[in-house]
């Protein structure tokens, strides 16, 4: 048992999806899953560990921002041996051919964050996906007829900014999307060299003011789930 994880050794899978609502981790269990054993509710952060076509996967909320994601991956990397950590989540498109409901991969992360500064004592890092595990999520989304794009995106510190056009920097240097997680998880599979992955579902788009509905939302966060458990069982 860990500080925020209230599972024992053994309890969580090599593989973990990360979704930052709770209650989304608790939809892909009950929904994807078979055999499904909850193994955390400490601050009702939910954890997951079932099968997925025969093979074990877990399931961790992460909450919102890089300092809550970062407690759950320094606890999952360092107390519980995954190897293998997904992000599926939604993001807000920078890029005119970004549309809502696209697939996005997180090839890298940007951010306007602080954390990797104090880590590396002021100096800049380039937190990457796993090409295998990108490579893998890119075909299971083409097997089902899925264009995802590739890309950079932006892990944002703050989701209510000061400048409500800073997006538009982003942008210009190619970033695909706005999320507030990818990087700091990236950060954390260099440093435990663990392999990691972000797939995001386009939500919404800084640049049209489109909005997905819920029920919209539902739909293509599903198919988003499915691709991640492919990748996550490879």
């Given at each position: 048992?860990?500080?925020?994880?209230?599972?024992?050794?053994?309890?969580?899978?090599?593989?973990?999806?990360?979704?930052?609502?709770?209650?989304?981790?608790?939809?892909?269990?009950?929904?994807?899953?078979?055999?499904?054993?909850?193994?955390?509710?400490?601050?009702?952060?939910?954890?997951?560990?079932?099968?997925?076509?025969?093979?074990?996967?877990?399931?961790?909320?992460?909450?919102?921002?890089?300092?809550?994601?970062?407690?759950?991956?320094?606890?999952?990397?360092?107390?519980?041996?995954?190897?293998?950590?997904?992000?599926?989540?939604?993001?807000?498109?920078?890029?005119?051919?970004?549309?809502?409901?696209?697939?996005?991969?997180?090839?890298?992360?940007?951010?306007?964050?602080?954390?990797?500064?104090?880590?590396?004592?002021?100096?800049?890092?380039?937190?990457?996906?796993?090409?295998?595990?990108?490579?893998?999520?890119?075909?299971?989304?083409?097997?089902?007829?899925?264009?995802?794009?590739?890309?950079?995106?932006?892990?944002?510190?703050?989701?209510?900014?000061?400048?409500?056009?800073?997006?538009?920097?982003?942008?210009?240097?190619?970033?695909?999307?706005?999320?507030?997680?990818?990087?700091?998880?990236?950060?954390?599979?260099?440093?435990?060299?663990?392999?990691?992955?972000?797939?995001?579902?386009?939500?919404d788009s800084l640049i049209s003011h489109e909005q997905t509905?819920?029920?919209?939302?539902?739909?293509?966060?599903?198919?988003?789930?499915?691709?991640?458990?492919?990748?996550?069982?490879?």
């Open positions: 048992m860990s500080i925020h994880i209230g599972a024992k050794p053994g309890d969580i899978a090599e593989a973990v999806l990360l979704p930052g609502d709770p209650l989304r981790a608790q939809f892909i269990a009950e929904t994807l899953l078979t055999e499904p054993v909850q193994y955390n509710q400490i601050r009702n952060m939910f954890g997951y560990t079932g099968l997925y076509k025969g093979k074990r996967v877990s399931i961790q909320g992460t909450g919102m921002g890089i300092p809550s994601i970062s407690i759950y991956v320094n606890e999952l990397f360092r107390d519980y041996g995954v190897k293998r950590a997904i992000r599926i989540g939604t993001a807000g498109s920078i890029q005119h051919d970004v549309k809502l409901r696209d697939l996005v991969i997180a090839l890298a992360a940007s951010t306007d964050s602080g954390a990797n500064a104090i880590r590396l004592h002021g100096r800049s890092f380039a937190p990457a996906a796993s090409f295998t595990l990108l490579k893998t999520a890119y075909d299971a989304a083409l097997a089902r007829g899925w264009q995802a794009k590739v890309g950079g995106v932006v892990s944002s510190d703050m989701f209510y900014t000061e400048d409500p056009e800073e997006w538009k920097l982003w942008a210009q240097f190619g970033c695909l999307a706005v999320e507030m997680e990818c990087a700091e998880l990236y950060t954390l599979a260099a440093k435990y060299r663990r392999e990691a992955l972000t797939l995001l579902t386009i939500s509905t819920p029920a919209e939302r539902q739909t293509a966060f599903t198919q988003m789930m499915e691709v991640a458990l492919e990748t996550a069982i490879s």
